[in-house]
Each structure stands twice: as C-alpha cells, then as structure tokens.
C-alpha cells in the first residue's frame, strides 16, 4: 500500500483560485481524486478522475460543478484539483486517494476561503 502527498492549499479570498497537487507513491491503474473534510463534519468525496487515460472520465460533487477541474498525469503519479470562484463553504482540509480509499491518508492541504 503506497502512500500520497498533498500540496498546493493556501489562505485566498472569495471568488480567488488554487490548484491543488497529489502525488503517490507507485503507478496505480485506480480512480484517483479528491476529498475534504470541514471543522466538525465528515470527510466528503469533491472529484474524481478514472485512470483509463491522462484525460479519463472525471466526477465531480455537485457543490464543486462548474468551478473545479480535476486533471491527471499518469506518467508523473500525479493528480491535480484546479479550484475556481472559491467560497468559504470550500474552507477545508483537502486530501487525495483513491475511490474507494486505497493509499494510506496523507496530512491534506489546508484551503481557507475568507475575506
């Protein structure tokens, strides 16, 4: 069982953009994506992509629709989030693995929407 790293979260005001990255340990033929976990709520899904290709198939929460992007480098074990109008319901620690959960959980990377 490999493990991932997350990057890329920050403190932006509403309506500003990060790009969140994931790396893992060992090439994996799995869907890969996102989640998040609020203050005092559970861990939720945000986005996923199939790994059939660098381009596969892509899901998303509809709270995320529109503004997220989800995007994949399989030669590079890599996994992106582009994350667009950001609000504060999106303050969170995000965290990268695979659907269903495969890799042991990294730290995540902290995104903190506020003005």
């Known amino acids: 069982q490999g493990q991932v790293a997350e990057s890329g979260g920050g403190l932006v005001q509403p309506g500003g953009s990060l790009k969140l990255t994931c790396t893992w340990t060992?090439?994996?033929?799995?869907?890969m994506g996102w989640y998040r976990q609020a203050p005092g709520k559970q861990r939720e899904w945000v986005a996923f992509i199939s790994s059939l290709s660098s381009s596969g198939a892509t899901n998303y929460a509809d709270s995320v629709k529109g503004r997220f992007t989800i995007s994949r480098d399989n030669d590079k074990n890599a996994v992106y989030l582009q994350m667009n109008n950001l609000q504060p319901d999106d303050t969170a620690v995000y965290y990268c693995?695979?659907?269903?959960?495969?890799?042991?959980w990294g730290q995540g990377t902290q995104v903190t929407v506020s003005s």
């Open positions: 060992a090439p994996t033929f799995r869907a």
């Open positions: 693995n695979a659907r269903p959960p495969f890799f042991t």
